[in-house]
Structures are given as structure tokens and as C-alpha cells.
């Protein structure tokens, strides 16, 4: 896995980091690290859905997680975290961080 960034601004007195980031070939459960060097993060948005999966960030933990969604309206719920090991490793998504 990758991260890439793009773009570093100020923002009044945030800084705005836009960056891309590409999973690797095994997925991790509970997400994986993605951490854009900023030293508070206020707010993570990521593109809301790319190549079916959907993206959520662990602010505690730094991690990048991938959900995808429920279609057979089981006991699973809405979204399901990507089982691990999962090779998304075309699956690239840009994200924006504002932070200090």
C-alpha cells in the first residue's frame, strides 16, 4: 500500500493535505496504515465509492478501511468490511485531510 500526496496547503490555520492512496495485494482487517503526517486530524473525506467499495477512516488508529456493501439483506448489515487478505491492489482512492 501506498500513499501518495498530491497536494500540501494552509487552510487558516488548518493544513489541507489531498493525497492518493493505493491498496496492496492483501488487505489487512481493521484497515490499512495511512497516515499523511499531519499531527491532529480533523476530518478525513475520501472519494465515496471506487470500484465498488466504500472508504472509512480510523482517525485513533490511522488506518484506511474498505467496506463493500450487503446485498443479500442478512444478519451482516449494510456494509461489510473486506475480509483479509482480499487483493485490492487495483483500488486506488483520493482523499482530502484537514488538520494541524
Known sequence: ??????RQ???GNSRVVVAVFT?????ATSGEACDPGLGT??????????????F??????KKLKAFYADYDAGADGPLIEVANGTNLSSVSVRLVFIGA
Open 1 to 6: 500500500m501506498a500513499l501518495s500526496v498530491t
Open 9 to 11: 496547503d494552509l487552510f
Open 23 to 27: 491498496f496492496d495485494a492483501s488487505y
Open 41 to 54: 486530524i480533523n476530518i478525513a473525506l475520501s472519494d465515496p465509492s471506487v470500484s465498488g467499495y466504500v
Open 56 to 61: 472509512q477512516y480510523d482517525y485513533t488508529n
